[in-house]
């Protein structure tokens, strides 16, 4: 069985893949894809990687584990989808590390899904955006640990995904800008899922919402189902100019006051982060989704 690792990461698409994917459950089912619910297999997978880090797992727990999240006896294709796999959002980064408990629990995928071709999925962010972000999302406590001894400008989320190959070198990665996100996001949920180009999914434009005013979702969708035929070109174009004439500022900006940045921090950390999307698009065995 492939089975399709969706890492997020934390502070990306807001859970949007996920929940588009499992409103199309019955779609994907039909094309022996598989998309359980998060409660059937978050928690038994991370009690499995933290049994193999501590005491090793025993013979078949994968496959054992496997059973237990399957829910259609046809599938060839499994999917998950959770930010935790890599870290809980108060861990995602320490220092100038990206998630930090990445190696340890990529190992323990590999330990209990190593014998099945796995393939693992991940947005990346801006780290002039995502730490803000980040700051914003967690307690005063743990902002308070994370600013403690952060290096913004060592940050690199090639580092995160050398992890990742280094640990299970027979997956490859998939991974794109979460910036970009608005003008891939069909081809984000083919490749993670794996259903056919032919194949229509509902509920595509609701991850729309989160950079829209209240409506704009909607509109794009209706749009898209009335158009006639567009080829991928002609669709970017479309969500562009209705990206400039219903985006929410007040949803995609970042208040860097958070951690005391000017516009000179700003700017550095963007043209680091153009550097590292240049590094990860040269790895061997990543796969770097553009527009």
């Known amino acids: ?40 297999f978050r928690s038994p997978i991370l009690d499995a990687i933290k049994t193999h880090g501590s005491e090793g797992l025993s013979p078949g727990a994968g496959a ?16 998950l989808s959770t930010t935790r ?14 998630s930090p408990m990445a190696e340890p629990r990529i190992a323990g995928l590999r330990a209990l899904f190593g014998d099945h071709p796995v393939s693992f999925y991940m947005a990346i962010r801006n780290p002039a955006s995502f730490l803000p972000a980040l700051i914003d999302s967690v307690n005063d406590e743990q902002a308070a640990v ?13 580092d995160l995904v050398r992890t990742i190959r280094t640990q299970f070198p027979e997956a490859p990665v998939t991974v794109w800008c979460d910036e970009d996100t608005p003008f891939i996001w ?32 909607a509109k794009l969708a209706a749009y898209m189902d009335n ?18 004439k219903f985006c929410d500022e007040a949803k995609i900006d970042v ?17 680091l982060y153009d550097d590292d999307v240049e590094t990860l698009a040269a790895m061997d065995g990543v796969t770097l989704l553009q527009p």
């Open 255 to 271: 208040d860097v006051s958070v951690l005391g940045w000017g516009e000179d921090m700003v700017d550095l950390l963007s043209e």
């Open 146 to 158: 994370i600013k403690g001894d952060l290096e913004p400008t060592n940050l690199r989320w090639s």
């Open 186 to 217: 069909e081809d984000v949920l083919r490749v993670v899922s794996g259903h056919q180009d032919t194949t229509t999914l509902s509920h595509v434009y609701d991850w729309f919402e989160t950079v829209m005013i209240d409506g704009g979702a």
């Open 85 to 98: 796999f890599l870290s809980p959002l108060p861990s995602a980064v320490r220092r100038a590390q990206f």
């Open 227 to 244: 158009a006639p035929p567009m080829d991928r070109g002609q669709r970017q174009r479309v969500i562009a100019a209705f990206l400039d």
């Open 64 to 79: 054992i584990l496997l059973d237990s999240i399957v829910t259609n006896d046809k599938a060839e294709r499994l999917v």
């Open 1 to 40: 069985m492939d089975i399709a690792i969706h890492l997020g990461a934390h502070l990306t698409d807001d859970g949007r893949l996920r929940s588009c994917l499992e409103k199309n459950r019955a779609i994907l089912a039909r094309e022996g894809i598989d998309v359980p619910d998060t409660g059937r």
